[in-house]
């Protein structure tokens, strides 16, 4: 293979007899000469770390940023969306599937350098870049050389993700990454390791890093029917939510349909997901909503204060009523944890 062509991966040391240890994710691979990583990505030439995936891109969108979702960042607005393939986790239920655990060799590519990103993103009228759709950490040399460039540009960043980094990836990306969306697939190790082959503590922490370092956080759980969806799990899930953000944490709860590997199950039911919008609200968290249910009641931000209708959400279409550009309420002043008003 013509090393020429690809780029050598960042995050990574050389051991003995031309093996490597990729320090990127919590996996830490060692990876032997000629081999690939977990992200089947990554992979060992002659004892160098290369990423396959540089500038290699299987999709792009302009999708509203609710999709991500993010409901307290820009609302209203659509963002320039892209993604390649591969992914650090092995989740049964990815609904991506198709690309998050596919190779370059499974899907035609678009070559696509940084500069070219960026131009493009300015060209749809996008304010900001969305690495989506897959796993952005896997992707990390590209989208950090794109958002750079982008940021320069005076666009934003996001990065929808499974939180799986290390911490001086991490630090290093947040320069030029003002939103995550954040999957907590679970909250306990026993489904991490059955259900996505990874841990739960290394989420856990890039979350309150991510939140340290100044990015807006919100945060998905997708309840799955008999694997993550008892009460006591989705109760210890919202009281570690209200200990990192407070009363101000933003938590998107998502509905589970049947895919990839777990074909078997049924969706969840609208009693469960009824009851995780109960249980996080009683404890103490103001901003809970409900994906794929298609309720406007469950996707609309309310003032915590006086109850008011903030921003009405029915599907993707986006109405801003009693909230002034500064993100306080109109009705009673209360302050409200929103970036971007666009009215």
């Given at each position: 293979m013509d090393t020429n062509i690809l780029k050598e991966a960042l995050y990574y040391k050389k051991l003995e007899s031309k093996k490597v240890r990729c320090e990127l994710c919590p996996h830490r691979c060692i990876i032997e000469n000629g081999k690939i990583g977990i992200c089947n990505v990554r992979k060992n030439i002659d004892g160098s770390l290369y990423s396959l995936v540089y500038g290699k891109v299987s999709a792009i969108a302009m999708d509203p940023i609710e999709k991500k979702p993010l409901f307290h960042f820009?609302?209203?607005?659509?963002?320039?969306?892209?993604?390649?393939?591969?992914?650090?986790?092995?989740?049964?239920?990815?609904?991506?599937?198709?690309?998050?655990?596919?190779?370059?060799?499974?899907?035609?590519?678009?070559?696509?350098?940084?500069?070219?990103?960026?131009?493009?993103?300015?060209?749809?009228?996008?304010?900001?870049?969305?690495?989506?759709?897959?796993?952005?950490?896997?992707?990390?040399?590209?989208?950090?050389?794109?958002?750079?460039?982008?940021?320069?540009?005076?666009?934003?960043?996001?990065?929808?993700?499974?939180?799986?980094?290390?911490?001086?990836?991490?630090?290093?990306?947040?320069?030029?990454?003002?939103?995550?969306?954040?999957?907590?697939?679970?909250?306990?190790?026993?489904?991490?390791?059955?259900?996505?082959s990874g841990k739960l503590e290394p989420v856990l922490e890039t979350v309150k890093r991510a939140k340290d370092l100044g990015v807006h956080v919100e945060i998905t759980y997708l309840i799955i029917p008999t694997l993550?969806?008892?009460?006591?799990?989705?109760?210890?899930?919202?009281?570690?939510?209200?200990?990192?953000?407070?009363e101000n944490a933003i938590v998107h709860f998502s509905r589970f349909h049947p895919d990839y590997m777990l074909s078997n199950l049924y969706e969840t039911p609208m009693k469960t997901m009824l009851s995780a919008y109960e249980i996080a609200k009683e404890e103490g968290i103001n901003f809970v909503y409900l994906g794929n249910v298609w309720d406007e009641k469950y996707e609309t931000t309310y003032c915590p204060n006086c109850g008011a209708e903030l921003i009405k959400r029915s599907g993707y279409r986006i109405e801003i009523r009693n909230l002034n550009p500064d993100g306080t309420c109109k009705v009673c002043g209360r302050k409200i944890p929103i970036i971007g008003i666009h009215q």
């Open positions: 820009h609302p209203g607005t659509w963002i320039f969306s892209i993604s390649t393939v591969g992914c650090n986790l092995k989740c049964k239920h990815c609904q991506n599937w198709e690309i998050s655990q596919a190779t370059i060799d499974n899907l035609p590519l678009r070559h696509m350098s940084p500069e070219d990103v960026v131009k493009l993103a300015l060209e749809e009228g996008s304010s900001g870049i969305a690495w989506t759709y897959n796993e952005p950490t896997i992707w990390f040399e590209f989208n950090l050389e794109t958002s750079k460039i982008a940021k320069d540009k005076g666009l934003y960043g996001v990065y929808v993700t499974n939180g799986y980094i290390n911490e001086d990836p991490l630090k290093e990306i947040s320069k030029y990454i003002d939103a995550m969306n954040i999957d907590v697939k679970g909250f306990t190790e026993d489904f991490y390791r059955k259900i996505v993550n969806d008892n009460t006591e799990e989705i109760r210890k899930f919202s009281k570690w939510a209200f200990d990192v953000f407070g």
